[in-house]
């Protein structure tokens, strides 16, 4: 079946960085587009970044870009996210989705399959 495994995350300082992967099986892992969200406690899902199934296009929200770098290997079937400068807002669950055809969404409910979460905690 379809599985998304996150790792990486951590407590960090502000300023920081941590680097986070997204082992993926169950599914032709080459075909899906893949993105990144997280969600802070009482605050819904957001996107923090895609990237087509190639790997050729990527695109970031705004609170993240410069910082943040998203790729992907598809010959492992992983998805990294590697963040810099980290700063408190940055504290979430961090979560990959997998999303069937070329291009990645920015809404939660375009994603097929969604991996368990990992915390990253930046402390001030």
């Known amino acids: 079946q379809v599985q998304l495994v996150e790792s990486g995350g951590g407590l960090v300082q502000a300023g920081g960085s941590l680097s986070l992967s997204c082992a993926a099986s169950g599914f032709t892992f080459s075909s899906y587009a893949m993105g990144w969200f997280r969600q802070a406690p009482g605050k819904e899902r957001e996107f923090v970044a895609g990237i087509t199934w190639s790997g050729g296009s990527t695109s970031y929200a705004d609170s993240v870009k410069g910082r943040f770098t998203i790729s992907r290997d598809n010959a492992k079937n992983t998805v990294y996210l590697q963040m810099n400068s980290l700063k408190p807002e940055d504290t979430a669950v961090y979560y990959c989705?997998?999303?069937?055809?070329?291009?990645?969404?920015?809404?939660?409910?375009?994603?097929?399959?969604w991996g368990q979460g990992t915390r990253v905690t930046v402390s001030s």
């Open positions: 989705g997998a999303k069937r055809g070329t291009y990645f969404g920015t809404r939660p409910w375009e994603y097929d399959a």
